[in-house]
């Protein structure tokens, strides 16, 4: 028998699997309708749980919003009595109203049990020393795995981000061997290790590390495989649906599971709202099933991503996402080209001479936009060779006009001199003029 964390749960046959989501999301509305928000929008559409029979009727449901959160800031959302709920994660506001999110003890419960079986699903057990280096917080990164991490029974490290030579001496003191952190960190931390004359292979233990939070493309993912001597398991989630534990790759990397029984996920085109077909891109909706302080119900996420529809190995029915590709609000037009920043990433984790980390700025200059692109060498590349910089400057100014149709200006920088974000990592500065 393969032992999986809720064997039963995450094998079930597709139509029992859809037939408990249907049943789930009956109650969802059920709950929701105790919220202002959605009695209100519901009782004015006519909807009811009953308006349920089948799991595709939730396309009858209405989208909901980052603006409805906002506009129905703090309270508007919430199902239960405020006295129920026990704890709360928040946006940081900085661009506007925050949004916010309550979980009552069993929402907590079930999150923790969502991120313990994602964990278990790459092949970390109880037998493991997981070390977080998420940001704790309103984050839901920190505490979000912490939990999920001692579900599983695992020795947790609640190491917190930043401060790369503590985490190092952890991971050294207490055999570290599975780790969290977001993608963009980790480039830095290999360098960290690197000047203090350690390999990450020798001289840890490491065998698992959990990346996500942001996007990334495969070619980082090798990369940060090959750096640390791990494998290393894409993780996604988002604050609205709890954070970490919504849709994570398991041990045979093809995909990243959602949990079904949690969510119902769906992929629409953003232009028409309508459902794409099984494989083409658009973006994912996102409906919890198993919250009961604060129910969101076809949350529209911007993130773009296709169905992957292929039977995964591990045996698991839940069906599986591809990498996000983007956020449609991350998407920039540069002389009338459409460009995603992980095209630009494509390309240059592609080079193996690049270094770990760029930044991509777009201006104005004689009325005339551009777009450059910094990107940071690997250490001692070329060392004072301006012929070799060149070539290699111009090869990048090609790759990256095949790819996105417009010529940068590339700019190589030393490795580790770009200014590094306490979070996510933030790429692209737009400081055009706007007329
Ligand atoms: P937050 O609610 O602040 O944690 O941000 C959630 C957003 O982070 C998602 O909507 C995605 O845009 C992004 N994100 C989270 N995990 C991943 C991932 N594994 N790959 C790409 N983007 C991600
Ligand atoms: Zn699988």
Request: hydrophobic share 35%.
């Given at each position: 028998?393969?032992?999986?964390?809720?064997e039963?749960?995450?094998?079930?046959?597709?139509?029992?699997?859809?037939?408990l989501?249907?049943?789930?999301?009956?109650n969802?509305?059920?709950?929701a309708?105790?919220s202002?928000?959605?009695?209100?929008?519901?009782?004015?559409?006519?909807?009811?749980?009953?308006?349920?029979k089948?799991?595709e009727?939730?396309?009858?449901?209405?989208?909901?919003?980052?603006?409805?959160?906002?506009?129905?800031?703090p309270?508007?959302?919430l199902?239960?009595?405020?006295?129920d709920?026990?704890?709360?994660?928040?946006?940081?506001?900085?661009?506007?109203?925050?949004?916010?999110?309550?979980?009552?003890?069993?929402?907590?419960?079930?999150?923790?049990?969502?991120?313990?079986?994602?964990?278990?699903?790459?092949?970390?057990?109880?037998?493991?020393?997981?070390?977080?280096?998420?940001?704790?917080?309103?984050?839901?990164?920190?505490?979000?795995?912490q939990?999920?991490?001692?579900?599983?029974?695992?020795?947790?490290?609640?190491?917190?981000?930043?401060?790369?030579?503590?985490?190092i001496?952890?991971m050294r003191?207490?055999?570290?061997?599975a780790a969290?952190?977001i993608?963009?960190?980790?480039?830095?931390l290999?360098?960290?290790?690197?000047?203090?004359?350690?390999d990450?292979?020798?001289?840890?233990?490491?065998?698992?590390?959990?990346?996500?939070?942001?996007?990334?493309?495969?070619?980082?993912?090798?990369r940060?495989e090959?750096?640390?001597?791990?494998?290393?398991?894409?993780?996604?989630?988002l604050?609205?649906m709890?954070?970490?534990?919504v849709?994570f790759e398991?041990?045979?990397?093809?995909?990243?599971?959602?949990?079904?029984?949690?969510f119902?996920?769906?992929?629409?085109?953003?232009?028409?709202?309508?459902?794409?077909?099984?494989g083409?891109?658009g973006?994912l909706?996102m409906?919890?099933?198993?919250r009961?302080?604060?129910?969101v119900?076809?949350y529209?996420?911007?993130?773009?991503?296709?169905?992957?529809?292929?039977?995964?190995?591990?045996?698991r029915?839940?069906?599986?996402?591809d990498?996000?590709?983007?956020?449609?609000?991350?998407?920039?037009i540069?002389?009338?080209?459409n460009?995603f920043?992980?095209q630009?990433?494509?390309?240059?984790?592609?080079?193996?001479?690049?270094?770990?980390?760029?930044?991509?700025t777009?201006?104005?200059?004689?009325?005339?936009?551009?777009?450059?692109?910094?990107v940071?060498?690997?250490?001692?590349?070329?060392?004072?060779?301006?012929?070799?910089l060149?070539?290699?400057?111009?090869?990048?100014?090609?790759?990256?006009?095949d790819?996105?149709?417009v010529?940068?200006?590339?700019?190589?920088?030393?490795?580790?001199?770009l200014?590094?974000?306490?979070g996510k990592?933030?790429?692209?500065?737009?400081?055009?003029?706007?007329?």
């Open positions: 028998m393969i032992p999986y964390w809720e039963e749960l995450e094998t079930l046959p597709r139509k029992k699997l859809e037939d989501q249907a049943d789930r999301l009956r969802t509305i059920a709950r309708m105790q202002e928000h959605y009695r209100k929008l519901y009782e004015s559409k006519g909807i009811s749980p009953d308006s349920i089948s799991i009727d939730i396309q009858k449901l209405p989208f909901t919003t980052k603006q409805d959160l906002r506009d129905n800031f309270y508007g959302l199902a239960t009595p405020k006295k709920c026990v704890r709360l994660h928040s946006s940081s506001g900085t661009t506007g109203t925050p949004t916010v999110i309550f979980h009552n003890q069993h929402d907590l419960d079930s999150w923790a049990n969502l991120v313990a079986r994602s964990l278990y699903s790459t092949g970390i057990r109880d037998t493991d020393v997981f070390q977080n280096m998420s940001g704790y917080g309103l984050f839901t990164g920190g505490l979000g795995f939990y999920g991490i001692e579900r599983l029974g695992a020795l947790s490290i609640p190491a917190a981000a930043g401060n790369s030579i503590r985490q001496k952890l003191d207490y055999g570290t061997t969290h952190a993608p963009s960190y980790l480039g830095y290999f360098e960290v290790f690197e000047s203090e004359g350690l990450p292979k020798k001289d840890t233990q490491l065998k698992h590390m959990i990346i996500g939070a942001e996007p990334h493309t495969d070619d980082t993912r090798k940060i090959e750096l640390f001597g791990v494998k290393a398991f894409n993780s996604f989630g604050s609205e709890n954070g970490p534990g849709a398991c041990e045979h990397q093809t995909g990243l599971h959602v949990w079904e029984d949690a119902v996920a769906e992929i629409v085109n953003p232009q028409t709202l309508e459902p794409v077909p099984d083409e891109i973006e909706v409906t919890t099933l198993d009961q302080s604060m129910p119900i076809r529209r996420t911007r993130d773009l991503t296709r169905f992957i529809p292929v039977k995964c190995p591990c045996g029915t839940h069906r599986m996402i990498r996000i590709t983007g956020r449609s609000d991350d998407m920039f540069i002389k009338g080209c460009v920043p992980m630009i990433e494509g390309v240059l984790m592609k080079i193996p001479e690049v270094g770990n980390d760029y930044r991509i777009l201006e104005t200059i004689n009325k005339n936009d551009i777009i450059s692109v910094e940071e060498m690997k250490k001692g590349t070329f060392k004072g060779d301006l012929e070799e060149n070539k290699l400057a111009r090869r990048i100014t090609h790759d990256i006009r790819e996105i149709l010529k940068p200006e590339v700019k190589l920088v030393e490795n580790n001199s200014p590094k974000s306490a990592a933030v790429r692209v500065f737009d400081n055009r003029i706007k007329s």
